[in-house]
Every structure is written in structure tokens, then in C-alpha cells.
């Protein structure tokens, strides 16, 4: 049986290298990746595209609302964007992208200072001359409305209500913000 040798730290795995940087003997061969003979196909692009370009568009909309926001890139695939509204006031948002005016129910998060902004791109998605639709929604308020609801599709018209529904976003802020003060004053 051989020892095993110790396991160097990142300063000393470091310090190899730095010092091998210049030594051909010391590294193998470079991988190569040839180019793939099939492209990725064009809704594959347009679709990751489009989901990034929804979620700067949301940032961009609570930004114009004056809203401190930012997004959360790398994060837990539920939040896409937390938007801090005051102090110990924060919430977070998920943001889904349609390509067509249908939804298919799948899993959301539904707890409290969660929200869904569904972003639907009813003209040409890739004409930046129209912008997408925009419907907002509490996360709780979309499971309740979902409960009540057997079908597995959705018309993104089913969601009318909640076009440009950025007060539901905006006016918990300011009913939390108005309750703290209340309850400050009254100690």
C-alpha cells in the first residue's frame, strides 16, 4: 500500500503553477474541442435570448418605477430579481417568459414577499419595436388562483387582470413601511 500524498492547499497549487507557468514539460497536451457540425437550432437561441432579455426588462421597469432591484444571476433558479423596498423589506421575483400566450402549470414557490412577473412577447419577439406584455402577480395569489384551476394550460388572457400590475409589487412596500412607522410611534 503507498501513502497517499497530502492534499496542498490552493496557495500552494498556486505557487506549482506559477512556477511551472513557463516549463512545456511541466503540462499536457491542450484539449481541443472541434466546432460541432449541427448548430444549435434557432428556437433554442431565440428562447435563451428572450428569457434574458425578459429579465432585463423587469429590472428595467422597477428601475423606472424607482425601485432598488437587481438581478440574482447564478442564484436559486425561483429568484431571478430581488427588489429591496425598504429597510427588512425585501422581495423577490420570478420571472417566466412566453413565446406564445399559453403557460404550463409547473412548480412555483409560493410563500410570502415571492413574486411571478410573466413577460409574453405577443408580436415579434425579435423586433425590440414591441415590447412584451407583463403580468404581475403575488406567488400566493397565483397558487390560490391555480388551486381552483384542473387544467394543466393557461391563456396568458386568463391573466388580464394582472397586466401591469406593478402596485401589487410597489404597495406592499408602502403599506409595510406605513405599519412600522404606526407601530413606532405608538411605543
Request: no cysteine.
Amino acid at each position: 500500500m503507498t501513502a497517499r500524498k497530502p492534499r496542498l492547499t490552493q496557495n500552494e497549487v498556486d505557487a506549482v503553477v506559477i512556477n511551472q507557468v513557463d516549463d512545456s514539460n511541466a503540462w499536457g497536451k491542450p484539449v481541443l474541442v472541434p466546432p460541432s457540425h449541427s448548430p444549435r437550432p434557432k428556437w433554442m437561441l431565440v428562447r435563451a435570448h428572450l428569457e434574458s432579455a425578459a429579465k432585463w426588462y423587469v429590472l428595467y421597469s422597477l428601475h423606472r418605477r424607482g425601485l432598488n432591484a437587481s438581478a440574482t444571476i447564478g442564484s436559486h433558479e425561483a429568484a431571478d430579481i430581488t427588489v429591496i423596498r425598504g429597510a427588512g423589506d425585501v422581495a423577490t421575483i420570478e420571472v417566466k417568459t412566453l413565446t406564445e400566450p399559453l403557460w404550463r402549470r409547473e412548480p412555483i414557490m409560493a410563500v410570502k414577499n415571492h413574486f411571478l412577473v410573466f413577460v409574453w412577447y405577443p408580436e415579434s419577439p425579435s423586433d425590440p419595436k414591441f415590447p412584451p406584455n407583463v403580468y404581475v402577480w403575488s406567488s400566493r395569489a397565483f397558487r390560490n388562483w391555480l388551486h381552483h384551476r384542473p387544467d394543466d394550460t393557461f391563456s396568458v388572457h386568463d391573466f388580464n387582470k394582472h397586466e401591469n400590475a406593478w402596485q401589487t409589487l410597489v404597495a406592499r412596500s408602502r403599506v409595510h413601511h406605513t405599519s412600522r412607522a404606526v407601530s413606532s410611534a405608538a411605543t
